[in-house]
């Protein structure tokens, strides 16, 4: 799958060599999972793993790759966008640093760990993080409606 958007091809083919150890893997994980998998998001080094909650929102587990000192960040996050008001009430889970080269041990159990995590969370109420305003979004979309249409390509899953 190419980059959301467009990347100098020295880079991306940089990104490709840095992450080519671990795609199986990542893939094996997303699909064992049966989530969305977004590639190189925002022309960043960067995997998501994305999913809807029943209990409302989204929720991502990502996987970073840091040129210095070369390694992988392994993190995720649940949040639930107000329309109304454009902004964001989140709750993080905690990064987790592994050196590259990964050991794929190592890489699936940070990865379902942080899965696990953000999947146990139930609480809209825990959400404490605020993030926004995000005007841009009525720009994109009309109703709140259609961002929750645009949402439909993710699982739902809890």
């Known amino acids: 799958m190419a980059p959301n958007g467009t990347v100098d091809d020295s880079v991306w083919e940089r990104w490709l060599t840095v992450f080519s150890p671990i795609v199986d893997d990542l893939n094996e994980f997303g ?7 977004e590639r190189f998001y925002h022309n960043a080094p960067i995997w998501h793993f994305v999913f809807r909650k029943k209990a409302g929102g989204k929720a991502l587990v990502e996987i970073v790759h840091d040129p210095t000192p070369n390694q992988f960040h392994v993190g995720g996050v649940w949040w639930i966008d ?39 969370w139930s609480n809209a109420a825990d959400l404490t993080e605020k993030a926004g305003p995000y005007p841009e979004w009525r720009e994109r979309s009309s109703s709140e409606e259609d961002l929750r249409r645009a949402d439909s390509k993710y699982p739902l899953i809890d």
Do not use: C, N, W
């Not at 699909?31 to 998998?37: A, D, Y």
């Not at 107000?82 to 592994?98: F, G, H, K, P, Q």
């Open 31 to 37: 699909g064992r999972h049966g989530l969305f998998v």
């Open 82 to 120: 107000d329309y109304e008001t454009v902004t964001r009430l989140m709750r993080t889970a905690s990064s987790r640093t592994l050196s590259i080269p990964v050991k794929r041990e190592q890489l699936l159990a940070a990865l379902k760990e942080t899965f696990e995590t953000i999947k146990g």
